[in-house]
């Protein structure tokens, strides 16, 4: 399958329409980066939290150990230490919490930065190339083997704007109904342009 048309205007518009799609994609993914590095910045606070509790807990449990040595008083006298690591542990938990929220918003506002308008310029460039490419591809099986431009010329009949047909030389409409093959052969080459092909180096045409 052809994936670029003949003739160099519409191939200039195609191959256009292909490295815009390609640069909206990357910039929008650099787009999705930065936001995501920025976001992950305010993630900083909890893991200075997080350090906080952590280094607290472990403080107060070296203490706590130190004063169960104590002789005789040594339980009760490890018993602040053992609630003031236990808040410094609920502290870290906080701050791990907060990381974790901020990872995931981050994520996904990289995620619907990406998918939100690639996905909305491919809707519509996607369709474009696809049509093309199964209107071109059956012109072209028009064309080979036993060419059958009828049915080319009766497809610019239907669907040609007005001022290309009025463009053709005089008569050509009556030539069509006659099966004249020049007539046959000008139809269908206004369809083969409109797709951006050229006609085949030898296009017999089968008068009817």
């Known amino acids: 399958m052809r994936p670029y048309a003949q003739h ?4 200039t518009r195609q191959l256009a329409a292909d490295l815009g799609m390609l640069a909206w994609v990357v910039l929008w993914v650099v787009v999705a980066r930065a936001v995501h590095g920025a976001v992950l910045v305010l993630a900083e606070p909890g893991r200075a ?7 607290l807990s472990d403080q107060m ?12 008083v040594g339980d009760e006298l490890a018993v ?30 990289a995620v ?3 998918v939100l308008p690639v996905g ?30 009828e049915l ?3 497809r610019a009949v239907a ?18 109904r006659a099966g004249d093959p020049e007539a046959v052969r000008a139809l269908a080459g206004l369809e083969l342009r409109r797709l951006g092909l050229r006609p085949a180096p030898e296009e017999p045409v089968s008068p009817t």
Request: hydrophobic share 50%.
């Open 8 to 11: 160099p205007v519409l191939r």
């Open 49 to 55: 939290v997080e350090d906080l509790g952590r280094s």
């Open 61 to 72: 449990s070296s203490a706590s150990g130190v004063a169960e040595d104590v002789p005789l």
């Open 80 to 109: 602040p230490f053992d609630a003031l690591g236990e808040a410094g542990g609920a502290v870290g938990g906080a701050g791990q919490t907060t990381q974790d929220a901020v990872t995931t918003l981050a994520f996904w506002l």
């Open 112 to 114: 619907v930065l990406v």
């Open 120 to 149: 909305w310029l491919l809707l519509r460039w996607l369709p474009w190339r696809l049509a093309w490419a199964r209107e071109a591809g059956a012109a072209r099986r028009l064309l080979t083997g036993a060419p059958d431009v």
């Open 152 to 154: 080319l010329a009766a």
């Open 159 to 176: 669907t040609a704007p007005l001022p290309q047909l009025a463009a053709l030389p005089p008569g050509t409409g009556a030539g069509w």
